[in-house]
């Protein structure tokens, strides 16, 4: 068979298979307003930063979101962006105008969507500055040149999110897809009578088949529409493809791009594997010092595949900012202090205020769990300098004035504070933070001719 005629039919069965189950079934009511951790990575700004180290207006930023599905990740780009135009594009014209439906309930204007393949975004004839391909890549017959079409309409300091599936954690379903191939239930587009054969079958196996136990057993108890999601994006998934960490960064240099890290990089490092990091065999400790950042993830992947999505950030080579850990003292001076938008809200803002008057530990990692293994709590004088952060933006120097007004002596020896240590004690405490992006630190353009 010519192979650009079964790609094409590859590709057309993915639509049919979207068009009979559209995906995420997700309420069309339902909203993520308040899902602060989903928002987080969905926040434009949140990669921008660790790309670039500056703080960007998501005001006029534009957004495409390849193979958006029915909406729902459209709607989070929306609120999680605000003022941003979104653009979605998915070959499932049941998915588009589910999206369409979406949005508009819940009163977003500023977005379109257009039945459109990967392959034909330069037609739509804009530039973006963040690009969002989540759950589609793997699909794609060539998912390099997925990102080379990305990269063709990404503006210069513009960013990718794209993932892939994990060909080790997903291991089982690649077997129970080989079966369900064998017997001819992919032979037509997997629908109703597919999904009772497979139903059929996992009941009627014994409880202690290797396949059962490893695919079914914790999905027995799924409501109907449930059990139909999931037959259709695990056991009956029509172009469902696996991959390796090595896969994904020769994806990446072919497309000319460069990886930035994964999306949930706190649970990737493979140190946390171990019982005692800072007591490693020295093979290891050795090895893992001059490792690079490939290795140290695909070193993970081997250890522990427990992530479904090999899920990345990457952009155009080069451009990215400085570090605090590279920071001169001037820097530091003149430093800019923003809380991450989605900490930005009232219910936050509320649970700090009880801890400051109860004098209780603030856990401000409660609701962004996403950058942190353990909860990350502050003390009630640390939480009570960084209140006016809810406020909006403030200069290094402000939240030190405050710090001293809150804890004005040494409680050692009891001696008048200093503007240096004040100083000092508010600068390690935002560097703790920086480092989950709970507080984003930006160097003012004073510091930055230092």
């Known amino acids: 068979m010519d192979e650009s005629v079964s790609k094409i039919t590859e590709i057309d069965r993915i639509r049919q298979q979207f068009d009979y189950g559209p995906y995420p079934r997700i309420a069309l009511e339902e909203s993520p307003k308040e899902k602060y951790g989903v928002l987080f990575y969905h926040n434009f700004i949140t990669p921008y930063y660790l790309k670039h180290r500056k703080v960007i207006d998501t005001n006029g930023v534009l957004i495409l979101d390849a193979g958006c599905g029915t909406g729902y990740k459209a709607l989070l780009l929306a609120e999680a962006n605000p003022g941003a135009r979104i653009v979605g594009i998915d070959i499932s014209e049941q998915s588009i105008e589910r999206s369409r439906q979406r949005l508009a309930h819940h ?110 057993r914790s999905s027995e108890k799924k409501t109907p529409e449930a059990m139909k999601e999931f037959l259709a994006m695990n056991l009956l998934f029509v172009g469902d493809t696996g991959y390796t960490i090595p896969d994904l960064f020769q994806m990446v240099e072919q497309a000319d791009l460069e990886f930035l890290t994964m999306v949930n990089w706190r649970h990737w490092d493979v140190t946390d594997l171990f019982k005692d990091e800072d007591d490693l065999p020295s093979l290891w400790a050795i090895g893992l010092a001059e490792a690079s950042s490939q290795d140290k993830v695909r070193l993970y992947e081997l250890l522990n595949p427990v992530h479904r999505l090999l899920d990345f950030w990457c952009a155009h080579p080069g451009n990215a900012g400085i570090p605090v850990d590279d920071w001169s003292e001037a820097n530091w001076q003149q430093a800019i202090v923003h809380l991450h938008p989605q900490l930005r809200n009232d219910n936050v803002r509320e649970e700090l205020a009880q801890s400051i008057q109860t004098g209780a530990a603030f856990e401000i990692s409660r609701h962004i769990t996403l950058p942190a293994q353990a909860p990350v709590l502050l003390e009630p004088s640390q939480a009570a300098c960084l209140l006016p952060l809810w406020d909006g933006a403030q200069p290094i120097q402000a939240i030190v004035d405050r710090y001293r007004k809150i804890r004005p002596v040494d409680p050692f020896t009891l001696e008048p504070l200093t503007d240096a240590q004040a100083f000092e004690t508010v600068k390690d405490l935002l560097n703790r933070m920086d480092a989950f992006l709970y507080v984003l630190l930006e160097r003012s353009e004073t510091g930055n001719r230092a």
């Open 107 to 216: 009163g977003f204007d500023n977005v379109e969507f257009h039945v459109l393949s990967i392959g034909e975004i330069a037609t739509l004839g804009l530039e973006f500055d963040y690009i969002n391909c989540d759950e589609v890549l793997y699909l794609l017959p060539d998912p390099a040149a997925g990102l080379q079409a990305f990269k063709s309409v990404l503006k210069p300091h513009g960013l990718i999110r794209a993932n892939l599936h994990s060909l080790y954690q997903r291991i089982n379903y690649y077997r129970a897809q080989e079966l369900f191939k064998f017997i001819g239930l992919f032979d037509n587009n997997p629908q109703e009578f597919e999904e009772e054969a497979v139903i059929a079958t996992m009941n009627a196996l014994k409880d202690n088949v290797k396949l059962k136990m490893q695919t079914w």
